[in-house]
């Protein structure tokens, strides 16, 4: 990295990123005093996923979309590099999403108030049995609201880049909600911002969406199968990429 780069990103980047987080988080705390189902909230958070890809001069091609009806209720579930995935996802594809987040998020000042007057769902991933109590009242959620919601079903970001076994979880919300399930891939936010460092890097980016799996008439028995089929989708949009050895 040159020395360029890093004064870059440490006294421009990264300062105008930490600003953008706590305007669009004050915005989006007013917003919800007015607006109780969180669709404003979403809406401040798609400016603010935009100025984070401005900022750091990030580009984004994507694909698919046309795979989908935005108006409709997915659980949509993608590979997991960068925290640049979030952003990503949430500034190009037209849906109104939810999140599961670890608990943790939650406490966080600022960032926490957003995250539960939006109506993102924390995870409690230290209690299972509490976990299992949260993806069924997700998958309710999604019936009630008609919401989309997002998941890593990694369960974390891939520390090498290579795709890992995925979790049942965002099959199991599918399940329960009745909503396709709809692989996602993402490529190249690793290299933009990569794990441990606050450095962003200049780039390109792709976000591939696959064709959605529908659920219709499944029970939770089929959840593995679906899990699988969510993971091959996603390993097979990764590999046509140059470079890429997305399985583990």
Same mark, same amino acid.
């Given at each position: 990295?040159?020395?360029? %780069?890093?004064?870059?990103?440490?006294?421009?980047?990264?300062?105008?990123?930490?600003?953008?987080?706590?305007?669009?988080?004050?915005?989006?705390?007013? %917003?919800?005093?007015?607006?109780?189902?969180?669709? %404003?909230?979403?809406?401040?958070?798609? /400016?603010?996923?935009?100025?984070?890809?401005?900022?750091?001069?990030?580009?984004?091609?994507?694909?698919?979309?046309?795979?989908?009806?935005?108006?409709?209720?997915?659980?949509?579930?993608?590979?997991?590099?960068?925290?640049?995935?979030? #952003?990503?996802?949430?500034?190009?594809? !037209? %849906?109104?999403?939810?999140?599961?987040?670890?608990?943790?998020?939650?406490?966080?000042?600022?960032?926490?108030?957003?995250?539960?007057?939006?109506?993102?769902?924390?995870? !409690?991933?230290?209690?299972?049995?509490?976990?299992?109590?949260?993806?069924?009242?997700?998958? @309710?959620?999604?019936?009630?609201?008609?919401?989309?919601?997002?998941?890593?079903?990694?369960?974390?970001?891939?520390?090498?880049?290579?795709?890992?076994?995925?979790?049942?979880?965002?099959?199991?919300?599918?399940?329960?909600?009745?909503?396709?399930? /709809? !692989?996602?891939?993402?490529?190249?936010?690793?290299?933009?911002?990569?794990?441990?460092?606050?450095?962003?890097?200049?780039?390109?980016?792709?976000?591939?969406?696959?064709? #959605?799996? #529908?659920?219709?008439?499944?029970?939770?028995?089929?959840? @593995?199968?679906?899990?699988?089929?969510?993971?091959?989708?996603?390993?097979?949009?990764?590999?046509?990429?140059?470079?890429?050895? #997305?399985?583990?």
């Amino acid at each position: 990295m040159s020395p360029f %780069a890093l004064l870059w990103s440490l006294l421009v980047v990264d300062p105008l990123i930490i600003l953008s987080t706590i305007l669009c988080g004050l915005v989006s705390v007013g %917003a919800s005093l007015f607006d109780s189902t969180g669709h %404003a909230a979403i809406q401040v958070a798609r /400016v603010w996923s935009r100025s984070l890809l401005f900022f750091a001069r990030v580009g984004v091609k994507v694909e698919g979309l046309e795979k989908f009806d935005s108006g409709a209720s997915y659980v949509f579930c993608s590979n997991h590099l960068s925290y640049m995935d979030t #952003p990503v996802v949430l500034s190009r594809i !037209p %849906a109104e999403f939810r999140f599961l987040a670890k608990e943790g998020l939650f406490q966080i000042p600022l960032l926490g108030t957003h995250l539960k007057q939006a109506g993102h769902i924390p995870v !409690p991933r230290e209690d299972p049995r509490r976990a299992i109590r949260t993806m069924t009242g997700a998958g @309710k959620i999604m019936r009630e609201r008609g919401v989309s919601l997002l998941i890593f079903p990694e369960g974390g970001r891939s520390h090498d880049g290579v795709l890992q076994p995925f979790k049942e979880g965002a099959a199991y919300i599918a399940i329960k909600a009745q909503a396709p399930l /709809v !692989p996602v891939a993402v490529m190249g936010t690793r290299e933009i911002l990569a794990m441990g460092s606050a450095v962003f890097h200049a780039g390109r980016v792709r976000l591939r969406i696959g064709r #959605p799996i #529908p659920t219709e008439g499944l029970t939770l028995r089929d959840r @593995k199968a679906l899990t699988e089929a969510a993971h091959e989708q996603i390993a097979a949009m990764l590999e046509t990429e140059a470079g890429v050895n #997305p399985r583990k």
